[in-house]
């Protein structure tokens, strides 16, 4: 199975910081279509994961554009360029290129 | 708009077969490129993708959870389903279904107890 390794695994950032959250692959998810199907996700507390970013890159309808992703291969970065109070809970990145799919163990964001 | 609802048992002994229902709205499991995911959290932890099933009835499991996973769908009740046999505690969480074409809807998730 593909590890998805995301660090740091607590941050805590003040309003208005940048932040990024790293997701590195134990093997390249470059698909034979030429897709990388890496996403990442945001779960608020009670909450179901929302999609923030879909192939690598790519933001998803009504994200706002603080978030953005980038990366290739076997390493990924989720950015939040501002922190706002509602961006607080747990992040993940995810991949479907490899069966079975996979999730990081998260990155819980704390607001100071 | 496209929603996904999941239901279940909520509590179950161990040993039973749990049996989940995604019904969903807004798009058709007949359509060619959509596909529907289960995907589970234990409470306090991470996701695990459990299986999809996609539009021309091709299958994928979890290969962890070994041969207790069936899924399956009712393309004219707009309902995919679940099955997991011979539960165990470690069963016990949160149980998602997802539009697995981008992830980009989730249900509000069904909590599944195992508990004797």
């Known amino acids: 199975d593909v590890v998805l390794t995301q660090t740091p695994s607590i941050l805590s950032a003040t309003i208005g910081q940048s932040v990024s959250i790293s997701c590195r692959s134990s093997q390249s998810l470059l698909d034979s279509d030429g897709n990388t199907y890496l996403y990442w996700f945001l779960q608020r507390p009670g909450q179901s994961p929302q999609r923030l970013i879909y192939?690598?890159?790519n933001l998803g309808s009504g994200v706002p554009n603080r978030f953005s992703g980038s990366g290739s291969g076997t390493d990924f970065t989720l950015k939040i360029s501002g922190v706002e109070a509602e961006d607080l809970g747990v992040y993940y990145c995810?991949?479907?290129?490899?069966?079975?799919?996979?999730f990081g163990s998260g990155t819980k964001l704390e607001i100071k | 708009q496209v929603t996904l609802k999941e239901s279940g048992p909520g509590i179950l002994q161990p040993s039973q077969t749990l049996s989940l229902t995604c019904s969903f709205s807004g798009f058709s499991l007949s359509t060619s490129g959509i596909c529907v995911s289960w995907i589970r959290q234990p409470s306090g932890k991470g996701l695990e993708w459990l299986a999809t099933i996609c539009w021309e009835d091709s299958k994928g499991y979890n290969p962890s959870l070994k041969n207790r996973l069936t899924i399956s769908k009712d393309t004219s009740n707009n309902q995919a389903f679940l099955k997991i046999t011979s539960v165990d505690t470690a069963d016990t969480a949160i149980y998602y279904c997802a539009l697995t074409t981008g992830f980009d809807y989730w249900g509000q998730g069904v909590m599944v107890t195992v508990s004797s």
């Open positions: 192939l690598v890159s």
């Open positions: 995810m991949q479907a290129t490899h069966a079975p799919f996979t």
